[in-house]
């Protein structure tokens, strides 16, 4: 069992950045890998960024490609993402996700835990 809590989230003016932290317990972080997703109002859960377990590799959605860096540290059980650029439409509840497995997905229905949740507000 994997317990994810995330934290950074805010509001900011487009053009600003964030960075977004998931912290989870368990002594196996290492051994899961990780993504980030957003749900805006209306809209359904979108895959952001997902890294696998031990950050060999990244990705990413298109949109947010070149602007968002996903990386993890495992000594501190922790992944973050950092927001850069940020527009209007970044605008979501942004949840980050573990799945025990080495490699990485984009699809949320392959991944097992998830945090609760962390609001990013995007203003022009």
């Known amino acids: 069992q994997v317990q994810l809590v995330e934290s950074g989230g805010g509001s900011v003016q487009a053009g600003g950045s964030l960075r977004l932290s998931c912290a989870a317990s368990g002594r196996t972080f290492s051994s899961y890998a990780m993504g980030w997703f957003r749900q805006a109002p209306g809209k359904e859960r979108e895959f952001v960024a997902a890294i696998r377990w031990n950050g060999g590799r990244t990705f990413y959605a298109d949109s947010v490609k070149g602007r968002f860096t996903i990386s993890r540290d495992n000594a501190k059980n922790t992944v973050y993402l950092q927001m850069n650029s940020l527009k209007p439409e970044d605008t979501a509840v942004y949840y980050c996700?573990?799945?025990?497995?080495?490699?990485?997905?984009?699809?949320?229905?392959?991944?097992?835990?998830w945090g609760q949740g962390t609001q990013v507000t995007v203003s022009s």
């Open positions: 996700a573990a799945r025990p497995t080495l490699w990485a997905s984009v699809k949320a229905e392959e991944y097992d835990y």
